[in-house]
């Protein structure tokens, strides 16, 4: 990520009061006035007391620039305290970096460069640092990376800005017309607020030009102020709803742990419907109560519309949202606010976990289980296990809710380092589904058609009743594979080994690692032979319209992420068919997640086999969280559902433990097989993924390393490969992995960054180390 330029020479400003927390704030004042007033600011902070570096002294600046080490620098004029964010020069540029320290360098002091400047910012506190700092030795990545996780919003640098808005003038237009009276009119129906020339516009749905019209004449006038506004006080005494006893004391239990004020980890473990979310939020009120920040992290932005609404309904306001369909002024906002304390509540995607609290009392990790928690680019963390250390530094509690918990989280609460709490039965008159497989060996079905003559009945049964029926299948697009019928030949990247995805809705092939598409070919790539190309397997859309031809007269929706421009566009899609909107619902594994569809009664697994098949250390505990969950979604209100499971293989001890509903048995058998071959959580891995354009390069490499692994074998560590990744190709680079397997209590990043230290990485190689890796592709 590139940062953005600086804007210097800054203007002279006065200083502001800023309304809510009545802390002055400042952006450019003398630079010496501006640090001693934000020591003001900002170190009233009695929890935190960095040490101070008058000006000239030698200080050390981590930057995110990717050096791999914290440079020396001349305190700025005014002095500067350890945890300022800062501008520095580097070479020709100017970047920014936070002051960590003293310097430790023996550089000439008289030559050192200066610090060009404090940024009107909150410090990063000294928890914070050490996170980062237990953060990256754990994921073995550089602190710079983990600076730039720290700091991802835009503008940091600038001074916080102002923005035009417009408040009502003392003169009267010349000549009213009816767009200018609207204008008017809006601005008094909102008496003291202001709004930009563009909200005022909209709101009063005229031009641009009518809204300058007016400014000119002077009926409205231009007022600056700050742009980043605190978020809306949240209240915790609002009424909650009445909990169940089961829920209550649930509850009671969190609340007590949150004013305990001190680090602990809760597994919350319910059925879909169970209450977590009412549980937690009680969980999050007394968090609010302490004075404390809080934060809710969510595996899917298609979650939040639903979850907003409650949040509001619960504490009366709006928290603050953090995720990729945030816009940067939005994400600018909640970064700055955070660090002021004037954010109380932040609802997020894992990267918020590295957002700068001021004094972060708990965190809710929604869905623990679900794998998009596992960031798989960039620095390779997963965000359940960073917040358990984010809160261990900061004597916070967590909160891992799920109905089906991963089994790492199962077997930490049976080895008693996290507290467990179970909600037995789902709330009010809903009840589980009642979950069956259908046999696909006894089904008779025409070639190129998925759903059984069962299925067909139970979803036709639903239209009767007027209820929603679902229907989930993992795989996006039209079919998995283009075949030529002449010759056999598939269709595949040609960056990638991977197949190419006909997506029927874009009227062209995509490979799912890479994103490159192309037409769907008329002519065999292979034979040449012409209109022999013929999809083969489902995909959600060609499901889409086997169920448009069964049902012709069903409302069918069908929810695939790569069919909607934007998360908004989904969230709005996934409300209205809630509202009833929709017969039938088509989705991929985004519907497994908490969406409530009311009328639901009904859930049809297409290929319950899929997630089955494959290498993965992981498949059976995620086909059989992906399976509860998906039922979970069947009967939420008064109607009981109905889950219906096509497989093939029904005897498979996984489809087996999902339909007896016996969980802890799975969990059980699942934790003895991981047991036996020493693999997580009863054992530890590490993947090493090397990957370059020259094939016999990187498998050098990956042999060379194989060689030298003296610093593995000295801690008892075995090693494995190189061998071509399951996923040979992407983006046209070769990939070979190296698969590392210790005990329990071996430290093994300590083994790892021993040996991997004398790697000089030549051209294009890259290196990627993967702490517990999820996927292994
Ligand atoms: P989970 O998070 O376990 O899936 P939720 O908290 O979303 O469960 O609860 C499922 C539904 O039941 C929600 O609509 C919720 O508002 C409702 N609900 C749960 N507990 C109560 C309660 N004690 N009083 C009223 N409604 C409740
Ligand atoms: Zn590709």
């Keep these: 990520m590139a940062w953005p330029r600086f804007n210097l020479p800054l203007p002279d400003r006065e200083p502001r009061e800023n309304p809510v927390c009545g802390l002055h704030r400042f952006s450019a004042a003398k630079p010496k006035r501006r640090a001693l007033l934000s020591q003001l600011t900002f170190n009233s902070d009695p929890q935190n007391d960095p040490e101070f570096f008058a000006e000239g002294a030698r200080v050390g600046v981590l930057t995110s620039q990717p050096l791999d080490r914290v440079l020396d620098y001349k305190a700025p004029a005014g002095g500067c305290f350890r945890g300022a964010f800062v501008e520095v020069p580097l070479g020709p540029r100017k970047v920014l970096g936070v002051v960590w320290g003293p310097g430790a360098g023996d550089f000439d002091l008289a030559k050192l460069r200066s610090v060009i400047r404090v940024l009107d910012v909150a410090p990063m506190r000294d928890e914070m640092r050490a996170f980062l700092a237990k953060a990256a030795d754990y994921t073995l990545t550089p602190m710079s990376s983990m600076l730039r996780l720290a700091t991802r919003a835009p503008g940091l640098s600038d001074p916080p800005s102002m923005r035009k808005v417009l408040r009502l003038g003392e003169n009267t237009p010349d000549r009213m017309t ?442 059976g505990e995620r086909t059989f969280q992906l399976m509860r969950q998906v039922a979970g979604r069947a009967g939420r209100a008064e109607r009981p559902g109905e889950a219906l499971m096509q497989s093939f293989q029904p005897e498979h001890p996984v489809i087996r433990a999902i339909l007896s509903g016996d969980e802890e048995e799975f969990w059980r058998a699942e934790a003895e097989q991981r047991r036996i071959a020493g693999v997580p959580p009863y054992g530890r891995m590490a993947g090493i993924v090397l990957s370059g354009p020259d094939l016999a390069q990187v498998f050098d490499l990956g042999n060379h390393l194989a060689r030298n692994n003296g610093a593995l074998t000295q801690v008892g560590a075995q090693l494995f490969g190189p061998a071509p990744a399951p996923i040979a190709r992407i983006r046209g680079r070769h990939r070979v992995r190296l698969l590392i397997k210790a005990e329990k209590g071996v430290a093994l990043q300590d083994a790892i960054a021993r040996w991997l230290r004398p790697v000089q990485l030549k051209g294009d190689l890259r290196l990627n180390v993967d702490i517990d890796p999820q996927n292994f592709f």
């Excluded at 504490?315 to 954010?343: D, I, K, L, N, Y």
């Excluded at 960056?495 to 890479?514: G, I, P, T």
């Excluded at 991929?588 to 098949?613: E, M, R, S, W």
Aim: charged share 25%.
């Design 178 to 619: 009816d767009a200018r009276e609207r204008v008017l009119a809006v601005m008094e129906e909102f008496g003291g607020l202001s709004f930009t020339p563009k909200e005022l516009s909209d709101m009063a749905g005229v031009t641009a030009s009518v809204v300058k019209g007016l400014v000119k004449q002077g009926a409205l006038i231009e007022v600056e102020t700050p742009r980043d506004q605190p978020y809306p006080h949240l209240d915790p005494e609002l009424p909650s709803k009445t909990l169940t006893e089961d829920q209550a004391s649930a509850a009671a239990i969190l609340e007590d742990a949150v004013k305990s004020g001190s680090y602990g980890t809760t597994l919350l473990k319910g059925v879909t419907g169970s209450g977590k979310t009412e549980v937690y939020l009680e969980a999050v009120a007394a968090c609010l109560r302490a004075g404390r920040q809080a934060l809710v992290l969510l595996p899917e932005i298609a979650l939040t519309a639903e979850f907003l609404k409650r949040v509001e309904a619960r504490f009366g306001a709006t928290p603050a949202e953090w995720h990729s369909g945030a816009t940067m002024t939005e994400r600018r906002r909640v970064w700055r606010m955070v660090g002021q304390g004037a954010a109380q509540l932040v609802i997020g995607a894992r990267s918020a976990l590295f957002l700068p609290y001021r004094d972060l009392g708990l965190i809710i990790v929604d869905e623990e289980h679900d794998t998009s928690y596992k960031q798989e680019d960039g620095v390779l963390y997963n965000a359940r296990d960073m917040a358990v250390l984010r809160a261990a530094m900061c004597s916070a509690q967590v909160v891992l809710a799920s109905a089906t918990p991963s089994l790492e989280s199962w077997a930490n609460a049976k080895a008693g380092k996290y507290r467990r709490l179970d909600l037995t039965s789902r709330f009010g008159a809903s009840v589980l589904p009642e979950m069956r497989a259908v046999d696909m060996r006894n089904e008779e079905l025409t070639s190129g058609t998925w759903i059984s003559p069962t299925l067909k009945q139970a979803i036709q049964l639903r239209l009767e009743r007027g209820e929603q029926s679902l229907l989930f299948l993992n795989r996006r697009g039209f079919a998995p594979v283009t075949i030529c019928r002449a010759c056999g030949a598939q269709v595949a990247c040609d960056n990638c080994d991977a197949r190419m995805v006909e997506h029927r809705f874009l009227k062209r092939l995509m490979c799912h690692q890479c994103g490159e598409t192309k037409p769907v070919p008329t002519e065999c790539p292979s034979c040449k032979v012409e209109g022999k190309m013929a999809p083969v397997g489902p995909g959600i859309e060609r499901l889409g319209e086997e169920a448009a031809g069964l049902f012709p007269e069903a409302r069918i929706a069908v929810l695939s992420s790569d069919l909607f421009g934007s998360a908004r566009a989904l969230k709005a899609r996934i409300e209205e068919i809630a509202a009833g909107e929709a017969d039938i619902v088509l989705g991929t594994q985004l519907v497994a997640k908490g969406h409530n569809f009311p009328l639901l009664t009904l859930v049809g697994v297409i290929d319950a086999d899929l997630g089955l098949q494959g290498s993965d250390l992981r498949a």
